[in-house]
């Protein structure tokens, strides 16, 4: 066989082969994709099952919280408007029945671990009756403190701005955790009085 028979013989060989493994690699390329699209398809539904869930057990512990306030076993509570006022915090008409006993705040304040999620209630005429911590990642021992009655009770019976050390006793080595818990109380009261101001309710 000439030289240019066997160039071209050994031409044609190499380009079938790249052609195989051009193939072989689209075909594996084609399998990870489908691969990938199955295991975020799967992430995605377990994803949404367990937001939805979260979100179920998370109001069942808001609604335990504000019950815990009220020293009520089915509180009913309506979501007050706050269009136009920037506001991050909810604040809720509570009920005893048809009759209104209160007001509650679901507010976020930023402490040593994370943010704390807390329900602050108020009388009709917004004096502080409790509060309530929903979640908080505070360091246990200490300022998990924050989220116990021994620190929570202080803020019973409490209007207008706190001041940590003043109003309130700040939990020994957990500075961080009590200054949040009282800077959410501050901010939930503020926020108490906005959304009432807007819906011409009671104004202290």
Not at 116 to 133: H, S
Request: with cysteine; proline share 2%; glycine share 12%.
């Amino acid at each position: 066989m000439s030289k240019e028979k066997k160039k071209t013989t050994v031409t044609k060989n190499e380009a079938g082969s790249a052609k195989k493994n051009f193939w072989q690699a689209a075909v594996v390329g084609a399998k990870l994709l489908l691969i990938c699209a199955i295991v975020a398809g799967v992430v995605s539904f377990v994803y949404a099952l367990t937001a939805e869930q979260y979100a179920i057990n998370m109001q069942a512990t808001k609604n335990e919280a504000i019950g815990e306030i009220f020293g009520l076993s089915a509180p009913k509570c309506e979501a007050l408007p706050a269009e136009g006022l920037e506001i991050e915090e909810t604040v809720f008409k509570v009920y005893d029945g048809d009759t209104h006993v209160g007001y509650c705040v679901e507010v976020k304040s930023g402490g040593f671990g994370g943010d704390i999620t807390m329900m602050v209630g108020y009388t009709a005429d917004c004096t502080v009756l409790g509060v309530e911590i929903v979640s908080m990642s505070e360091t246990p021992g200490l300022g998990s403190k924050a989220g116990e009655a021994p620190f929570l009770s202080q803020f019973a019976g409490k209007t207008d701005t706190l001041t940590l050390g003043e109003d309130v006793d700040a939990i020994s080595g957990a500075t961080i955790s009590s200054k949040a818990v009282t800077e959410g109380v501050n901010q939930a009261f503020q926020s108490l009085q906005n959304v009432l101001s807007l819906n011409g309710g009671a104004i202290r």
